[in-house]
């Protein structure tokens, strides 16, 4: 009796000192670009839950202020088309002296229309948020995360495998995010930095919204456009993004990245199975159209053959 006693109180002493030791450890430090609304929020919102330390990045000073009132959340003034706002935050990190654990380059905009008719200063506008965005503050920040030994995510879309009408420039930022994400991954696995890109589907977010304001006010895609239909059909699409699923998934997906210890490259999440096998058989035609015809074009059982080979890589990764 007095040892089953004994053999009691330790457990419980072992059980207390763990419970104190997760309590008491600090919160890993991770930067949120776009963390105002949509998927950024809800990143936010789960991370700042679950053991990290989220300083969130936003541009307008009433979002600041609601991020700054959330519990394990430090508000941080972060446009990402601003250079001189970029590195400000880099110093505010550094005074903190925490270091920098994670990197989430969130913020995102997109243009819809058909190419032929949109202005090309809508495509810069695209490309700046979108591809330079990340770049520019992923070269910012990374010598903060290259000491931590940490991880850089950044928020793609199944649009970066699939491309269709009227969403070319948006499709064309996200393919972009894609091949920066694999240079980015290779370049920085000297340094211990894990990288990688999350592929949402339709989620409910305000970039629809946004997106139609700004196609109404600059008038880009004009009512006089040869795509009347399509248009149309668009500025109603647009205003259903907001009615999308709740994001929660694509935030587990940012929090498996800071969490695992061997995060995955690419975490395509949607909300259904059709869209899922739409990405999925996107990729594979064009590794069929890649091969089609070519000098040393492989035949089904060697294309077979390849695809069991790489499934085999990513177990062995795993």
Not at 22 to 29: E, N, R, T, V
Not at 78 to 90: G, K, N, S
């Amino acid at each position: 009796m007095p040892i089953l006693k004994y053999c009691l109180i330790a457990l419980l002493f072992s059980f207390s000192a763990s419970a104190y030791s997760q309590a008491s450890a600090p919160l890993k430090p991770v930067l949120i670009t776009g963390a105002s609304s949509g998927l950024g929020l809800r990143m936010t919102e789960v991370l700042s839950q679950n053991g990290f330390l989220v300083y969130a990045g936003a541009r307008k000073p009433e979002d600041l202020k609601r991020l700054e009132a959330m519990p394990n959340v430090e508000a941080i003034k972060l446009d990402v088309l601003v250079p001189a706002e970029i590195d400000a935050a880099v110093e505010t990190v550094k005074q903190k002296g925490r270091g920098l654990f994670g990197l989430i380059n969130n913020a995102g905009v997109a243009v819809f229309g058909p190419i032929i008719e949109v202005d090309v200063a809508e495509l810069e506008y695209q490309l700046n948020v979108n591809v330079l965005g990340p770049y520019r503050v992923t070269q910012a920040f990374s010598p903060l995360i290259i000491e931590s030994k940490g991880r850089i995510a950044t928020t793609g879309s199944i649009a970066g495998t699939l491309a269709g009408p009227m969403f070319g420039h948006y499709s064309m930022s996200k393919h972009a995010i894609e091949a920066f994400t694999d240079a980015l991954a290779v370049e920085m696995m000297r340094f211990g930095v894990t990288v990688s890109v999350i592929e949402p589907g339709n989620y409910a977010s305000q970039i629809g919204n946004t997106a139609k304001k700004r196609m109404l006010a600059r008038d880009y895609w004009s009512a006089e456009t040869r795509y009347t239909q399509e248009r149309e059909g668009m500025l109603q699409g647009l205003e259903m993004v907001t009615k999308g699923a709740d994001p929660l998934a694509v935030a587990e997906a940012a929090l498996d990245i800071m969490q695992s210890d061997k995060p995955k490259r690419r975490y395509m999440v949607v909300d259904q199975a059709s869209q899922a096998e739409t990405t999925v058989r996107k990729a594979l035609q064009k590794a069929l159209q890649l091969n089609q015809g070519q000098k040393h074009q492989f035949d089904s059982a060697k294309l077979i053959e390849m695809l069991q080979q790489e499934q085999q890589k990513l177990v062995e990764s795993n």
